[in-house]
């Protein structure tokens, strides 16, 4: 299969697919301008509005620092701690709602029409879904979090008044060092794999099927149209919209600010580059920078070509790491481990009458918030790239293939590094801040200087990609789903979210608290989630009776 | 001198393309040329067309429309791009040869500062184009 080329003259007909039929028109409620030189193309009242109450929001937490990160972290604790059975719930959902779209005949539904070829070879593909679902996060707690359930599993449980007040999952495995690293990962793999992949398919199944077969414009508010009617194209469908560029905005901003300080410890680690905010402040606007060149470039010289390398270089580290360390052990562990995902599969999703409770808040309840508050953006950027797949091929490669790869990453990653603590006690991994974990466990192997580097960029690229491909969608949702806006929009958004990622990094505190508020949207966008099933369900319905 | 005419249309804002359209109709009849009326624009729903077939539907009512009205042969052709805002060159580039043109007429903005970090769409057709532009502004 080949990329279809940008000039292929007159389509085939795309074939059969049922076209809503509705008096909105694309860009009706849009604002066309020029101010100065510079052309705008723009949704009134979602652009406005939105970038109004971003302004407001960092204004607020810069003024009043101490009073809004009181109030972000408590309505973080009541998410997280308050709806963790729901959470779950959901995410369960989600996970089987996938599964079942798979094996139905309603698997074979296409997007984009019956006869509809895909956008993107499946590398292409696959390189943009996964950089902008999960990267970054790799990078960090892909030695981490292994670590950390291994050593709560391994210490065993401790209740206080009749509470749990360990972080072990499940029911731990005290002294146990097999048991533990079994339970350790199984809890890894439960967080990375398909459960979080469920999130983003459903939110991407969505907008691609009510973007593609039904004819509307490719924002989140579209999925509601089987529900809300033609009310999607007022207030109702307004604030779906700006909760979305909202949580994708502070979402990007918030872990580009986080990323700075990060990649600043990598290089102080490294070079000895000083640990300062002019550091952070400067790795920001050059991730910007890169970033804007990207989105400048477009969807396919831009995005595309940035993923592609950084997938090529993730391989090379993992294949290195993988060969590097021990490798018959790493293979073993990854079917291992595996297995033990499977095992305590049910347990770990069970959202009722769980003992684990600092567990099932800290790690699973958060987890699922996160995913769950950056489902919009990566959603909508996966349904922007998946045209021409059939539902089946599409949740395959959404849902499966990602969730197998964490596996593998998570395998090789971790692996490493707990092996180096058990076989070698080898600790510096172990008692290292989670920023450098990743560099003090390719320290003990060989070639160190050269893999760290390549970390390094990995950890900058994975940004840049997130920051590029953000800019993209939160321009397309700002621009009423029109995909042509003109260049300086999507130019506005990259340095703005830029810009608040920095002055967030220079106030005390603040990047801190909007992400707790930005992982407090997890909630409404659960609900949001849950109704895009419903409407996910209809939609394909429709389709197959015209098949 | 010329055979068939390329004119890039964007059926979004067919107000603003009336003097390219009407200049390259008379070269047209006066070279007894066809016009190949191209449009560009993602295979996502947009403001013109909800698909890729009705967008060339859409260009092909154009064309024909058209034709009939400045009376001279005229042909629609609608290409898809991944993202228009920044394929629009490359994808038109490839259309003049893909369409055999030998002239394209397009319009174009006055120059202003943004030319200089975004060049117009005709300044760039023009620069790398190897056959005859006639930028109308």
């Avoid at chain 1, 905005?249 to 990060?262: D, E, K, M, N, P």
């Amino acid at each position: 299969m080949t990329d279809t080329s940008a000039s292929q003259g007159i389509p085939e007909p795309e074939g059969s697919s049922q076209i809503i039929e509705t008096d909105y028109e694309i860009g009706q409620d849009n604002f066309e301008t020029q101010i100065g030189p510079f052309g705008l193309d723009i949704h009134n009242p979602v652009f406005v509005v939105s970038g109004a109450c971003i302004i407001a929001f960092v204004f607020y937490t810069l003024a009043l620092p101490e009073q809004a990160g009181a109030a972000f972290s408590w309505m973080f604790s009541a998410v997280t701690q308050g709806f963790d059975w729901f959470f779950l719930s959901a995410a369960n959902i989600f996970v089987l709602f996938c599964l079942l779209l798979i094996v139905l005949p309603v698997g074979s539904v296409r997007l984009g029409g019956a006869e509809a070829t895909p956008d993107y070879t499946y590398v292409g593909w696959f390189a943009m879904l996964f950089a902008a679902g999960m990267g970054i996060g790799l990078m960090f707690y892909g030695v981490s979090e292994p670590m950390s359930h291994f050593a709560s599993s391994i210490g065993g449980t401790a209740a206080e008044g009749g509470a749990r007040t360990d972080w072990a999952p499940l029911g731990a495995a005290a002294g146990d060092e097999q048991a533990a690293v079994r339970l350790a990962f199984a809890a890894t793999i439960f967080h990375w794999g398909l459960h979080p992949w469920a999130i983003y398919a459903v939110v991407a199944l969505a907008l691609a099927l009510f973007s593609y077969n039904k004819g509307l414009p490719l924002t989140i508010r579209s999925a509601f149209y089987p529900i809300l009617g033609d009310r999607v194209w007022g207030w109702p469908g307004h604030i779906i919209d700006i909760l979305a560029v909202f949580a994708t905005l502070f979402g990007l901003a918030t872990s580009l600010g986080f990323g700075a300080t990060q990649a600043n410890a990598g290089l102080n680690e490294l070079f000895g580059v000083p640990v300062s905010s002019t550091t952070e402040v400067v790795l920001t606007s050059a991730i910007t920078a890169v970033a804007l060149i990207s989105v400048m470039r477009g969807l396919d010289g831009g995005v595309k070509v940035l993923s592609e390398i950084n997938m090529g270089l993730a391989a090379l580290l993992l294949l290195f790491v993988l060969f590097a360390g021990p490798t018959l052990a790493i293979l073993t562990g990854f079917v291992d481990y595996l297995a033990a995902y499977l095992t305590y599969l049910p347990a770990l999703s069970n959202p009722i009458g769980r003992e684990d409770t600092n567990f099932m808040q800290g790690w699973t309840s958060f987890y699922w918030a996160w995913w769950i508050s950056w489902s919009p953006f990566v959603g909508m950027f996966i349904a922007r790239v998946s045209r021409g797949r059939t539902v089946r091929e599409f949740l395959i490669c959404v849902l499966l293939i990602p969730s197998l790869v964490c596996v593998l990453w998570m395998s090789v990653f971790g692996g490493v590094a707990i092996q180096q603590v058990v076989q070698d006690g080898y600790t510096a991994a172990q008692e290292a801040p989670l920023e450098l974990k990743l560099f003090k466990m390719l320290d003990a192997l060989p070639l160190a200087s050269i893999t760290s580097f390549i970390g390094i960029i990995l950890v900058i690229v994975f940004f840049v990609t997130s920051s590029d491909s953000g800019s993209l969608v939160i321009d397309t949702i700002t621009a009423g789903g029109k995909v042509d806006a003109p260049v300086p929009q999507r130019v506005f958004w990259c340095i703005f979210e830029g810009a608040v990622a920095i002055v967030l990094l220079l106030s005390a505190g603040g990047l801190q608290s909007l992400q707790s508020m930005v992982i407090s949207t997890g909630l409404p966008f659960t609900i949001v989630l849950l109704v895009m099933c419903v409407a996910i369900w209809k939609g394909l319905q429709a389709e197959r009776r015209i098949l | 001198m010329f055979n068939r005419i390329m004119v890039p249309v964007d059926l979004a804002h067919v107000d603003k393309l009336e003097r390219a359209m009407r200049c390259a109709s008379d070269l047209a009849q006066h070279y007894d040329a066809t016009l190949v009326y191209v449009g560009v624009a993602a295979a996502t729903p947009g403001s013109v067309a909800h698909t890729p077939q009705e967008f060339a539907q859409k260009m092909a009512d154009f064309a024909a429309e058209q034709g009939q009205a400045r009376g001279v042969a005229a042909e629609g052709l609608a290409l898809t791009s991944h993202d228009p805002t920044t394929d629009l060159d490359p994808t038109l580039l490839n259309a003049i040869e893909d369409t055999g043109a030998d002239l394209v007429v397009m319009t174009s903005h006055v120059p202003n500062l943004t030319d200089y970090i975004w060049p117009s769409n005709g300044g760039t057709v023009a620069k790398r184009a190897s056959v005859s532009v006639m930028v109308v502004r």
